[in-house]
Each structure stands twice: as C-alpha cells, then as structure tokens.
C-alpha cells in the first residue's frame, strides 16, 4: 500500500518557522517530483512548492516564495518543506503530493496524496 504520511504541522506564532516532512512507504518515489499543496477552508487546494526527482530544479508558489523551501532525502524517501516568517494567511492543512505527469502548479498533476497536516498561524 502506497502511502505518503505529514508530519510536523502545529500551531506557530506569526512570524514563526515550521519544517513539514513527508514521508513515502509502499514504493519508492526517487524517481517521481514530489510537492506540497495546501488548503484553507473555504478555499481551493493551492500549490505550495515542487521538487524534481534529482532535487535539482524546485518551484514555488508565489504566496510563499521566498519564505518556504522544499528539500528532499530519496535515500529516506522524504520530502521537506521548510516554512519561515510565517503569516497566519497561511493557515492551512498541507498535503504532501507524489507528481504523476503535467504542470507542477496543478494539482490534477499529482497521483498520490498524504491525508494532511494542520498548520495554524496565530496573529
């Protein structure tokens, strides 16, 4: 059973950092771009980050460029995503994503998702 798994969400202060992990079980995903999609209620998914297979091209965003970094570990089959300066409009649940085929900005793009980690942002 393919499974990706969050970790990390919490509640932080604004202006706080948060390192989200994600951690892939059932099959290797070194070969797959992965990504973080987030959600905020009321509102639609909204891409977050990507990374290629290699780790050597990454994209953001443009809420959070410049104040998240993705990473990833293919020898642990995990993906970070590291969150600076946090704003409490970036209260959210995020999903980690496996990439199918496709833009990385759409979520359509990506085959496998995590269930979700909360993260609040308190003003």
């Known amino acids: 059973q393919v499974r990706l798994v969050e970790s990390g969400g919490g509640l932080v202060q604004a202006g706080g950092s948060l390192r989200l992990s994600c951690a892939a079980s059932?099959?290797?995903?070194?070969?797959?771009?992965m990504g973080w999609f987030r959600q905020a209620p009321g509102k639609e998914r909204e891409f977050v980050a990507a990374?290629?297979?290699?780790?050597?091209?990454?994209y953001y965003g443009d809420l959070v460029k410049g104040r998240v970094t993705i990473a990833r570990d293919n020898a642990k089959n995990t993906v970070y995503l590291q969150m600076n300066s946090l704003k409490p409009e970036d209260t959210a649940i995020y999903y980690c994503?496996?990439?199918?085929?496709?833009?990385?900005?759409?979520?359509?793009?990506?085959?496998?998702w995590g269930q979700g980690t909360q993260v609040t942002v308190s003003s």
């Open positions: 990374i290629t297979w290699s780790g050597g091209g990454t």
């Open positions: 059932g099959r290797t995903f070194s070969r797959n771009a």
């Open positions: 994503v496996a990439h199918d085929r496709g833009s990385y900005y759409y979520a359509f793009s990506y085959n496998y």
